[in-house]
């Protein structure tokens, strides 16, 4: 039983058009930690979703016709009532998602972060004056919003992933559809609550929970009103998404999968690395994009490390997110945990061997031990596939050289880390690393004031820092001739 301060927060119908609908469609959210129906919420189905774009491309003009200072007063609201109600935001995600409570209000009050940022930005939205190229030409350049945005995004960060999204759109001028997973739309309710108390107007940002995720997408991706689409998920389905946008030739965002390296040389601080690799590891139970997915220790350092790194591990505690003094939650399901399961054993098969954990644990079907495995080799799937789970493989390597083309030896590059105290070291080997972000001495990347995104297969745009509106904005030139 969820117990909150504002029980009108925990809303379970679909947000369209400013009103609270239903369709006679509904289905269950489960807490992972429990398996117990939370809530059972409405499916807006397709033509929720289509009703939610006519009310998204209606609202535009008025919204975007707002001064920037405007639309900042009403993100500023929206920031400030997030922080206000951080408690009740954060008890609803721990539900539905499982991740410690002290976790979830961090996420809670970094999405809000974004809201405050983008407010921030959106009173700077600034074009160019160019020099004429003739005698009586004058060429100036404005930013314009691209017009109705479709947004599709997973379960792992189930306020964050939307907040990093809605704020920059709304800022610049730009309305909202928002699709969330299907295992987390409780937290996307909860934030639509705040959006219409803040003073959002109707049609402006739309939530259209769905049980059907593909034929929702095909709808967002298909209709000539949506101008863009974000999406933050697995490789697979950005791929689906871009081919399905070609046909309206929509931009897009995708922030896909990850796979991220973390490299630990022999001159690195190694009890900072220790804590660097447990935080970038085991955070959320390791189910976030910018994990250390394979954890690459230079040979001399390499028994030293895993032992300090196996002791911080022992501290970790599993349990429900609600309970006091949980570090690690459960995962979203028990696919999740077949996962792991899958790379653990194939590692131990070809020679890993578990310094620590390597099993379900009696919790529940959704728990996973925090696992640290060695003698691990990059040839194994825990070195090559996201795992998303609680398992840290430490892969040894000789030179420099060696680790700069273990880590890039993958098709994604979003985010990698390195622990070095050799200055030049760490120039040479974050110029070289194929990611869109790097740690340096560092295990926590994430912030509002910087650019998140990847290279490769990993995607395509930036969430958050002044590049993150440019997303959202097109840019027009206008001639100006007989002068
Ligand atoms: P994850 O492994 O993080 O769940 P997915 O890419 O499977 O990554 O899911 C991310 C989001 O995309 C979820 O909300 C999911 O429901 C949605 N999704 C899954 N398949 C499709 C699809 N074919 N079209 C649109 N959205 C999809």
């Not at 030293?304 to 995962?331: C, I, Q, S």
């Amino acid at each position: 039983m969820l117990i909150l301060k504002d029980p009108s927060l925990l809303r379970t119908q679909a947000h369209v058009n400013g009103s609270w609908i239903e369709t006679g469609q509904a289905f269950p959210v489960n807490n992972p930690a429990t398996g117990e129906v939370i809530a059972t919420v409405v499916d807006a189905g397709i033509d929720g979703t289509r009703a939610a774009i006519d009310a998204a491309h209606a609202a535009k003009p008025g919204w975007s016709a707002r001064s920037g200072k405007e639309r900042a007063a009403v993100l500023r609201r929206l920031h400030d009532l997030m922080v206000a109600n951080a408690d009740d935001l954060a008890a609803i995600l721990t539900a539905e998602m499982g991740k410690p409570l002290p976790e979830a209000k961090g996420e809670i009050l970094y999405g809000a972060a974004f809201i405050e940022w983008f407010g921030e930005e959106a009173k700077r939205v600034y074009g160019d004056v160019i020099p004429g190229h003739q005698r009586d030409k004058r060429i100036v350049v404005i930013k314009q919003p691209v017009g109705v945005v479709g947004s599709i995004t997973p379960w792992n960060f189930p306020n964050a992933m939307i907040a990093r999204k809605l704020a920059p759109a709304l800022a610049v001028g730009c309305t909202f559809v928002a699709r969330p997973s299907e295992l987390t739309p409780l937290s996307a309710l909860a934030l639509a609550v705040l959006a219409e108390r803040a003073g959002v107007p109707a049609g402006v940002f739309n939530v259209v929970p769905s049980l059907d995720a593909a034929g929702v997408g095909a709808e967002l991706c298909a209709n000539p009103k949506v101008a863009k689409i974000t999406f933050t998920g697995s490789t697979r389905v950005g791929k689906i998404l871009m081919r399905q946008c070609a046909d309206t030739v929509k931009k897009v965002s995708l922030e896909l999968g990850g796979n991220a390296p973390f490299v630990v040389f022999d001159d690195a601080d190694l009890d900072a690395a220790a804590d660097g690799a447990l935080i970038a590891k085991f955070r959320n139970a390791g189910q976030t994009c910018i994990c250390a997915n394979r954890i690459y220790v230079q040979a001399g350092i390499y028994h030293a490390f895993a032992e300090k790194l196996r002791a911080k591990v022992a501290t970790l505690r599993l349990g429900n997110g609600f309970e006091p003094g949980v570090t690690t939650g459960p995962l979203i399901n028990e696919a999740a945990v077949a996962k792991v399961e899958r790379h653990l054993r194939e590692a131990v098969e070809k020679g890993a061997e578990i310094l620590t954990g390597g099993r379900r644990s009696s919790l529940g079907r959704s728990y996973f031990e925090p696992t640290l495995l060695t003698e691990v080799t990059q040839d194994m799937l825990v070195a090559r596939e996201e795992t998303f789970g609680p398992l840290a493989p430490l892969v040894r390597f000789e030179t420099e050289d060696e680790a700069v083309a273990m880590c890039n030896a993958s098709e994604f590059g979003l985010a990698g880390y390195l622990y070095s105290r050799d200055v030049a070291r760490v120039w040479r080997v974050a110029e070289r690393m194929e990611t869109g972000m790097v740690g340096i001495n560092t295990g926590l990347i994430s912030t509002e004031v910087a650019p998140f995104g990847g290279v490769k297969q990993s995607g395509l745009g930036r969430e958050g820092s002044k590049y993150g509106c440019d997303d959202y904005l097109e840019i027009k030139s206008m001639c100006f001739g007989g002068i």
